[in-house]
């Protein structure tokens, strides 16, 4: 199944009121976030160039030796900033008894491939944008973590973060219009929110054998994630119908999912898309490219978590108040939920 593509630049180009074919666009927007728990975007402010300049440089990180990146890790504030090692985070289906229950009773061929423990994957959580000076959530929002020796890191982290949430901006202000709501109705809410770009690295010399897990089963815990595209391919998705895919970026587009709070936003209209990353046949093929072309052997995600703010409610807006489901998404500070969520899959309360 091939996820669509949505192009953002009618909507960019457009001035004033929406046209019916904007409307329309709107609703393709929303229609695949609610389906497929993904959507594939074209944003004419995000070039190849950026994202492979943004990669490059973490290639280059993620290359450096365990007792350099060990300079980053900060666990004391939960990782949420500088690096997080491999084996540190817990795949959600690791844990709860409940998903593991869902995926006994999921078809062979669209169950996940089950973690035997932590994420093989590495991290680096860097924030983007300005955080509120007055919150009940310090601890989400600390200094960030620029490693020695990368001159560029600064430009090169922020320049693609704002980038990749200016695209998210306008997929929220799209879906919401998609959704039947005001067209702020998102975006009003992640204003100042803790926003991370969150590359991953996972180390395929290390790893490369068939069917590795670098990250279990499991949903983003934020409003809505945003991806380049990846050199190696390996991330499954779960369409609202239960049926399992292996998601395919086209050059130049990027990979939009659905997390958590847009989950509580719509009171469960729109849920969070469940996702892997696993080594795939596709995955040991793009291996065996990069060896013959001497190319770093490091999958880089470009990975970037756009947040409800710390400080705002989450409960279902407008009409979804009304939904019988409504009941299950009470009204809960985002950063609260957060903190629940993190103390669930290990980033929080590390020593
Ligand atoms: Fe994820």
């Known amino acids: ?105 999921m078809p062979k061929e669209h169950q996940p491939h089950t973690p035997v423990g932590p994420d093989l994957k590495w991290r680096y959580f860097w924030r983007i944008g300005s955080r509120p000076s007055n919150t009940r959530f310090q601890e989400l929002n600390s200094e960030p973590v620029i490693p020695e020796g990368f001159s560029e890191w600064k430009e090169t982290m922020d320049s693609w973060g704002y980038k990749m949430i200016s695209a998210i901006e306008v997929v929220a202000e799209m879906a919401a219009v998609g959704f039947g709501l005001p067209k702020d109705a998102f975006t009003s809410l992640m204003k100042q929110g803790p926003h991370l770009l969150a590359p991953t690295g996972s ?80 995955t040991l093929e793009a291996i065996k490219r990069a060896q013959e072309e001497k190319r770093s052997l490091w999958r880089v995600s470009s990975t970037l978590f756009a947040h409800i703010a710390s400080d705002a409610v989450l409960k279902p807006l407008g009409h979804f108040a009304e939904s019988p489901l409504a009941s299950q998404y009470p009204p809960t500070y985002a950063g609260e939920y957060v903190e629940q969520e993190l103390a669930v899959i290990n980033l929080k309360g590390k020593k």
């Open 203 to 282: 180390d395929l010399k290390k790893y490369g054998q068939e069917d590795t897990v670098f990250a279990g089963y499991h949903y983003d815990l934020n409003f809505l994630t945003i991806h380049g595209r990846s050199r190696f391919p390996g991330l499954n998705i779960w369409l609202r119908s239960g049926q399992k895919v292996e998601v395919k970026v086209p050059i130049g587009c990027l990979l939009i999912q659905t997390g958590k709070q847009i989950e509580w936003l719509t009171a469960g209209h729109c849920v969070a898309g469940m996702h892997e990353v696993v080594a795939t046949k596709r």
């Open 1 to 105: 199944m091939e996820l669509p593509v949505v192009d953002l630049f009618p909507y960019l180009s457009a001035s004033g009121d929406l046209t019916s074919d904007l409307v329309a666009l709107c609703s393709e927007v929303s229609r695949s976030l609610t389906e497929t728990g993904a959507l594939l975007i074209k944003d004419p402010r995000c070039s190849v160039q950026d994202n492979d300049r943004f990669i490059d440089m973490m290639e280059k990180y993620f290359e450096s030796p365990q007792e350099f990146k060990s300079r980053q890790e900060r666990p004391q504030l939960h990782y949420q900033v500088g690096v997080t090692p491999e084996r540190v985070e817990v795949p959600r289906s690791l844990v709860d008894e409940e998903m593991q229950e869902k995926v006994k009773v």
